[in-house]
């Protein structure tokens, strides 16, 4: 599949082109053009060595006899972690409380809507949400690695590749997850003018408690903070699923492992 194709069917590239209103073809073009960038003169000649150390050193390497590669374990440990963090992206946001208490001091049980009409009160949620899921594919993505290395030559140099390309582009990838919850607030608020819009064209009295049922605009933001997170999920699965599949592949090409 080519690049820009593939890239332009990327849920997380989708989903930011519908809330900007773009049309997906820019937007992959876009991508795709500066991925070029990535990469400085410097970065390449790096690369290239990398390149030519990899193919004499996990060439040479022998595998110790009491190591098996298992993609069944490997497949197992990636599908849990998968599983987990799509829960955790899922979980109902909680009730915010309101910022003051009553005036005699009395505590407050019910929830206050209004706390939650500023994205102050998600943009947290969000950024842990995102270190939760650094943290569990870093390791998991790191563990793969070292499954990889009980296998053939060649998956041992892809591991050893891989483990040059995420501490080479590592930085640029951080710089791009933590320019989300940018566009997730720029969605908050787009969500939130559009209900005032209706309301003011239809001369409706704005019901807070409202906001939150089926329809409601925070509903809408509820499902589209989800759907980021899980857009954004996608994409760092995606080196691990690369991982996962050259393995499958040359345990069936070689007849190790089913």
Do not use: C
């Amino acid at each position: 599949m080519p690049l820009p194709h593939r890239l332009d069917s990327s849920r997380l590239v989708v989903l930011l082109a519908q809330w900007t209103q773009a049309q997906r073809a820019s937007v992959g073009s876009d991508v795709a053009g500066q991925l070029g960038q990535w990469l400085s003169v410097v970065d390449a000649v790096e690369l290239n060595g990398s390149l030519r150390s990899i193919e004499t050193h996990a060439a040479q390497a022998p595998v110790p006899q009491d190591l098996a590669l298992d993609v069944l374990a490997l497949e197992e440990i990636f599908q849990k972690a998968k599983a987990d963090l799509t829960r955790l992206a899922t979980a109902p946001a909680k009730p915010a409380r309101p910022v003051r208490e009553r005036a005699d001091n009395t505590p407050v049980e019910q929830p206050d809507p209004q706390a939650q009409a500023d994205f102050a009160a998600h943009g947290p949620r969000y950024l842990e949400q995102q270190k939760q899921m650094d943290m569990r594919l870093v390791a998991l993505r790191a563990q793969v690695r070292a499954g990889l290395l009980k296998g053939s030559a060649t998956l041992r140099q892809l591991a050893a590749l891989d483990g040059v390309m995420e501490q080479m582009l590592g930085a640029r990838e951080q710089r791009l997850w933590a320019s989300l919850p940018g566009h997730l607030e720029r969605r908050f608020v787009q969500l939130r003018k559009a209900h005032q819009a209706r309301l003011q064209d239809s001369g409706q009295a704005d019901d807070p408690m409202r906001w939150r049922r089926a329809g409601g605009w925070l509903a809408s933001f509820e499902q589209d903070l989800q759907a980021l997170l899980l857009a954004e999920m996608q994409v760092r699965l995606q080196p691990i699923t690369g991982l996962l599949e050259a393995a499958r592949n040359e345990t069936k090409r070689t007849g190790i492992q089913e």
